[in-house]
């Protein structure tokens, strides 16, 4: 189990620096986001003792189970996932540094007032939309700029670029154009606002080669790490 985790980091990592190297970047400028949904903690700390320190959840729930097994393992937290406003204490409480899929108003106004009581920041990016799959979470592109404009009024808030999906799709050309088009928002943005949101979270583990090569910062990656997931029935 472990060899095949570690041994599964490295092939990722030999990825990211192929993709680099078409691409003609420095393999600094991508960090690994490992998502870490149905993986116990035990196999998240194997991963973590790679030398990676970045992992994700997508369910609040995930994130509560397994605050306390990994508390004594150095590592940051990101949520990927879909957020209900009544969670956000939670984000805070299991001390989440960067939420990916700020996507609404309601959201970026009650992450503001919980940030304020509690006397706290976060990070955060933007989730766009960028394939307008009904089934996908995320602002439609043409809301990107009043978004932004209302988090720029949110000072507890700090934006620091987008996130996106990539269409489910095998289609090279249909899952590029995701990426490109959130690479778009993100020079159209900086130029509009005058602000620096260096960050684009897109890239999973069947199409991150494509997302590096459209200038991703953050690719999130679970299945190609800790293997296929098996599912099992919640009641949350
Ligand atoms: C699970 C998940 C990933 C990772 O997907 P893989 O295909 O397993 O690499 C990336 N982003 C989000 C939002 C996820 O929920």
Known sequence: MKNNIVSRIEQIQRRILNACQKAQRDPHTVKLLMATKTVDPDRI???LST???LIAENRIQELKE????LAD???ISHFIGHLQTNKINDLIRYEVSCLHSLDRLELIQKLQSRLEV?????QALLQVNTSQ???KFGCHPDEVPALIQAVLSCPRIELKGFMTIG??????STVRACFQLLKHLQTQSQEQFQIALPELSMGMSHDLEWAIEEGATIIRVGSAIFGERIYTPTTS
């Open 45 to 47: 700390k194997i991963a």
């Open 51 to 53: 030398g990676q320190t």
């Open 66 to 69: 397994k605050y306390t097994a």
């Open 73 to 75: 393992t150095p590592h």
């Open 118 to 122: 509690q006397n706290r920041t976060m």
């Open 133 to 135: 799959e009904a089934s």
């Open 167 to 172: 269409a489910n799709s095998t289609d090279e």
